[in-house]
T-cell receptor
Framework: KNEVEQSPQNLTAQEGEFITINCSYS?????LHWLQQHPGGGIVSLFM???GKKKHGRLIATINIQEKHSSLHITASHPRDSAVYIC????????????FGTGTRLTIIP | DVKVTQSSRYLVKRTGEKVFLECVQD?????MFWYRQDPGLGLRLIYF???????EKGDIPEGYSVSREKKERFSLILESASTNQTSMYLC??????????????FGPGTRLTVL
Protein backbone atom coordinates (compact mmCIF):
# COMPACT_ATOMS: atom_id res chain seq x y z
CA LYS A 1 0.00 0.00 0.00
CA ASN A 2 1.27 3.41 -0.92
CA GLU A 3 2.24 5.77 1.87
CA VAL A 4 1.47 9.39 1.03
CA GLU A 5 3.00 12.15 3.10
CA GLN A 6 2.38 15.85 2.81
CA SER A 7 4.32 18.74 4.23
CA PRO A 8 3.82 21.03 5.91
CA GLN A 9 0.68 20.02 7.82
CA ASN A 10 -0.18 23.66 8.47
CA LEU A 11 0.97 26.77 6.66
CA THR A 12 0.17 30.39 7.40
CA ALA A 13 1.35 33.10 5.03
CA GLN A 14 0.74 36.73 4.16
CA GLU A 15 -1.30 37.67 1.13
CA GLY A 16 0.89 37.83 -1.97
CA GLU A 17 3.44 35.24 -0.82
CA PHE A 18 4.53 32.33 -3.00
CA ILE A 19 3.28 29.06 -1.51
CA THR A 20 4.71 25.55 -1.88
CA ILE A 21 3.05 22.38 -0.60
CA ASN A 22 4.86 19.07 -0.94
CA CYS A 23 3.72 15.50 -1.41
CA SER A 24 5.83 12.35 -1.42
CA TYR A 25 4.77 8.76 -1.93
CA SER A 26 6.44 5.40 -1.46
CA UNK A 27 5.43 3.22 -4.41
CA UNK A 28 5.26 3.88 -8.14
CA UNK A 29 2.02 5.41 -9.33
CA UNK A 30 0.01 5.92 -12.51
CA UNK A 31 -1.34 9.34 -11.54
CA LEU A 32 -1.29 11.93 -8.79
CA HIS A 33 -4.15 14.27 -7.90
CA TRP A 34 -4.19 17.57 -6.08
CA LEU A 35 -7.50 18.41 -4.42
CA GLN A 36 -8.78 21.47 -2.56
CA GLN A 37 -11.21 21.34 0.36
CA HIS A 38 -12.83 24.52 1.63
CA PRO A 39 -14.38 24.87 5.08
CA GLY A 40 -17.76 23.16 4.95
CA GLY A 41 -16.35 20.04 3.33
CA GLY A 42 -16.68 20.30 -0.46
CA ILE A 43 -13.68 18.86 -2.33
CA VAL A 44 -12.65 20.01 -5.77
CA SER A 45 -10.12 18.36 -8.03
CA LEU A 46 -7.40 20.83 -9.06
CA PHE A 47 -4.99 18.73 -11.10
CA MET A 48 -4.29 15.22 -12.25
CA UNK A 49 -0.66 14.58 -13.18
CA UNK A 50 1.29 11.64 -14.47
CA UNK A 51 4.41 13.54 -15.49
CA GLY A 52 5.88 17.02 -15.81
CA LYS A 53 3.98 20.14 -14.90
CA LYS A 54 0.50 21.64 -15.16
CA LYS A 55 -0.63 25.22 -14.68
CA HIS A 56 -4.06 26.66 -14.06
CA GLY A 57 -4.24 30.34 -13.26
CA ARG A 58 -2.07 31.00 -10.21
CA LEU A 59 -1.70 27.29 -9.41
CA ILE A 60 1.15 25.16 -10.68
CA ALA A 61 1.63 21.45 -10.01
CA THR A 62 4.81 19.51 -10.73
CA ILE A 63 5.74 15.89 -10.37
CA ASN A 64 9.08 14.08 -10.34
CA ILE A 65 8.39 10.40 -10.97
CA GLN A 66 11.95 9.26 -10.20
CA GLU A 67 11.97 11.00 -6.81
CA LYS A 68 8.32 10.08 -6.07
CA HIS A 69 7.54 13.68 -5.23
CA SER A 70 5.08 16.35 -6.27
CA SER A 71 4.68 20.01 -5.39
CA LEU A 72 1.76 22.39 -5.58
CA HIS A 73 2.67 26.06 -5.91
CA ILE A 74 0.42 29.07 -5.53
CA THR A 75 1.68 32.39 -6.85
CA ALA A 76 0.43 35.74 -5.50
CA SER A 77 -1.56 34.01 -2.77
CA HIS A 78 -4.91 35.43 -1.73
CA PRO A 79 -7.13 34.88 1.34
CA ARG A 80 -9.59 32.95 -0.84
CA ASP A 81 -6.83 30.35 -1.35
CA SER A 82 -7.23 29.42 2.32
CA ALA A 83 -8.26 25.77 2.30
CA VAL A 84 -6.97 22.27 2.92
CA TYR A 85 -4.94 20.93 0.00
CA ILE A 86 -4.90 17.17 -0.40
CA CYS A 87 -2.59 14.98 -2.45
CA UNK A 88 -3.84 11.59 -3.66
CA UNK A 89 -2.17 8.90 -5.74
CA UNK A 90 -3.44 6.10 -7.94
CA UNK A 91 -1.25 3.06 -8.00
CA UNK A 92 0.07 1.16 -11.01
CA UNK A 93 -2.19 -1.83 -10.63
CA UNK A 94 -5.01 -0.67 -12.88
CA UNK A 95 -7.65 -0.03 -10.23
CA UNK A 96 -9.48 3.18 -9.59
CA UNK A 97 -8.69 3.49 -5.90
CA UNK A 98 -6.83 6.51 -4.57
CA UNK A 99 -4.61 6.75 -1.50
CA PHE A 100 -4.82 10.14 0.17
CA GLY A 101 -2.43 12.26 2.16
CA THR A 102 -3.70 13.86 5.35
CA GLY A 103 -3.77 17.32 3.82
CA THR A 104 -2.08 20.69 4.29
CA ARG A 105 -4.13 23.43 5.93
CA LEU A 106 -3.27 26.75 4.28
CA THR A 107 -4.26 30.08 5.79
CA ILE A 108 -3.56 33.30 3.92
CA ILE A 109 -3.70 36.43 6.05
CA PRO A 110 -4.75 39.71 4.37
CA ASP B 1 -21.04 20.61 -14.63
CA VAL B 2 -20.91 17.33 -12.78
CA LYS B 3 -23.14 17.29 -9.78
CA VAL B 4 -22.84 14.85 -6.92
CA THR B 5 -25.45 15.24 -4.22
CA GLN B 6 -25.75 13.64 -0.83
CA SER B 7 -29.04 13.24 0.99
CA SER B 8 -28.11 15.13 4.16
CA ARG B 9 -25.46 17.64 5.24
CA TYR B 10 -25.86 16.85 8.93
CA LEU B 11 -27.28 13.76 10.58
CA VAL B 12 -27.59 12.75 14.23
CA LYS B 13 -28.39 9.14 15.07
CA ARG B 14 -28.40 6.94 18.14
CA THR B 15 -26.21 3.92 18.77
CA GLY B 16 -27.72 0.80 17.22
CA GLU B 17 -29.82 2.61 14.64
CA LYS B 18 -29.66 1.62 10.97
CA VAL B 19 -28.43 4.56 8.93
CA PHE B 20 -28.74 5.16 5.20
CA LEU B 21 -26.58 7.70 3.39
CA GLU B 22 -27.59 8.35 -0.20
CA CYS B 23 -25.47 9.68 -3.04
CA VAL B 24 -26.65 10.61 -6.52
CA GLN B 25 -24.58 11.74 -9.51
CA ASP B 26 -25.94 13.15 -12.73
CA UNK B 27 -23.09 12.52 -15.19
CA UNK B 28 -23.52 8.85 -15.98
CA UNK B 29 -20.23 7.97 -14.26
CA UNK B 30 -19.37 4.31 -13.95
CA UNK B 31 -17.37 4.55 -10.71
CA MET B 32 -18.72 5.66 -7.36
CA PHE B 33 -16.98 5.80 -3.99
CA TRP B 34 -17.75 6.23 -0.31
CA TYR B 35 -15.10 7.71 1.98
CA ARG B 36 -14.94 8.80 5.56
CA GLN B 37 -12.75 11.69 6.65
CA ASP B 38 -11.39 12.01 10.16
CA PRO B 39 -8.94 14.58 11.56
CA GLY B 40 -5.33 13.46 11.13
CA LEU B 41 -6.30 10.42 9.06
CA GLY B 42 -7.31 11.93 5.76
CA LEU B 43 -9.85 10.32 3.47
CA ARG B 44 -10.21 6.57 3.76
CA LEU B 45 -12.09 4.45 1.26
CA ILE B 46 -14.98 2.43 2.65
CA TYR B 47 -16.41 0.88 -0.53
CA PHE B 48 -16.46 1.57 -4.20
CA UNK B 49 -18.55 0.43 -7.12
CA UNK B 50 -17.50 0.22 -10.74
CA UNK B 51 -20.88 -0.76 -12.15
CA UNK B 52 -24.48 -1.37 -11.18
CA UNK B 53 -24.75 -4.14 -8.58
CA UNK B 54 -20.95 -4.38 -8.43
CA UNK B 55 -19.04 -3.39 -5.32
CA GLU B 56 -15.60 -3.78 -3.90
CA LYS B 57 -14.34 -3.31 -0.36
CA GLY B 58 -12.06 -0.42 0.35
CA ASP B 59 -9.66 -0.03 3.24
CA ILE B 60 -12.21 0.15 6.08
CA PRO B 61 -15.42 -1.73 5.14
CA GLU B 62 -16.15 -3.17 8.58
CA GLY B 63 -19.52 -2.05 9.93
CA TYR B 64 -20.70 -0.79 6.54
CA SER B 65 -22.48 -2.13 3.50
CA VAL B 66 -23.42 -0.55 0.17
CA SER B 67 -26.03 -0.81 -2.51
CA ARG B 68 -25.95 0.22 -6.15
CA GLU B 69 -29.20 -0.71 -7.84
CA LYS B 70 -29.07 2.12 -10.37
CA LYS B 71 -26.05 3.68 -12.06
CA GLU B 72 -26.64 7.14 -10.64
CA ARG B 73 -27.22 6.14 -7.02
CA PHE B 74 -24.83 4.65 -4.47
CA SER B 75 -26.01 4.09 -0.92
CA LEU B 76 -23.94 3.56 2.20
CA ILE B 77 -25.59 1.62 5.02
CA LEU B 78 -24.53 1.49 8.63
CA GLU B 79 -26.30 -1.65 9.84
CA SER B 80 -25.99 -0.77 13.54
CA ALA B 81 -24.46 2.64 14.10
CA SER B 82 -21.75 2.98 16.71
CA THR B 83 -20.09 6.04 18.21
CA ASN B 84 -16.83 5.31 16.38
CA GLN B 85 -18.68 5.84 13.11
CA THR B 86 -19.11 9.52 13.93
CA SER B 87 -17.36 11.15 11.00
CA MET B 88 -17.65 13.14 7.79
CA TYR B 89 -18.81 10.89 4.94
CA LEU B 90 -17.98 11.87 1.38
CA CYS B 91 -19.28 10.36 -1.81
CA UNK B 92 -17.48 10.69 -5.14
CA UNK B 93 -17.92 9.56 -8.72
CA UNK B 94 -15.57 9.30 -11.68
CA UNK B 95 -15.81 8.44 -15.34
CA UNK B 96 -13.87 5.64 -16.96
CA UNK B 97 -13.55 7.40 -20.30
CA UNK B 98 -13.61 10.99 -21.53
CA UNK B 99 -11.29 13.99 -21.29
CA UNK B 100 -10.70 13.60 -17.55
CA UNK B 101 -10.91 9.87 -16.82
CA UNK B 102 -10.49 8.89 -13.22
CA UNK B 103 -10.91 12.44 -11.93
CA UNK B 104 -13.16 12.10 -8.91
CA UNK B 105 -16.02 14.50 -8.34
CA PHE B 106 -17.06 14.85 -4.72
CA GLY B 107 -20.35 15.51 -3.02
CA PRO B 108 -20.64 18.11 -0.24
CA GLY B 109 -20.32 15.54 2.53
CA THR B 110 -22.57 14.33 5.35
CA ARG B 111 -21.44 15.00 8.89
CA LEU B 112 -22.80 12.08 10.90
CA THR B 113 -22.88 12.11 14.68
CA VAL B 114 -23.75 8.90 16.52
CA LEU B 115 -24.79 9.43 20.13
Amino acid sequence: KNEVEQSPQNLTAQEGEFITINCSYSVGISALHWLQQHPGGGIVSLFMLSSGKKKHGRLIATINIQEKHSSLHITASHPRDSAVYICAVRDNFGNEKLTFGTGTRLTIIP
Amino acid sequence: DVKVTQSSRYLVKRTGEKVFLECVQDMDHENMFWYRQDPGLGLRLIYFSYDVKMKEKGDIPEGYSVSREKKERFSLILESASTNQTSMYLCASSPVLGPQPDTQYFGPGTRLTVL
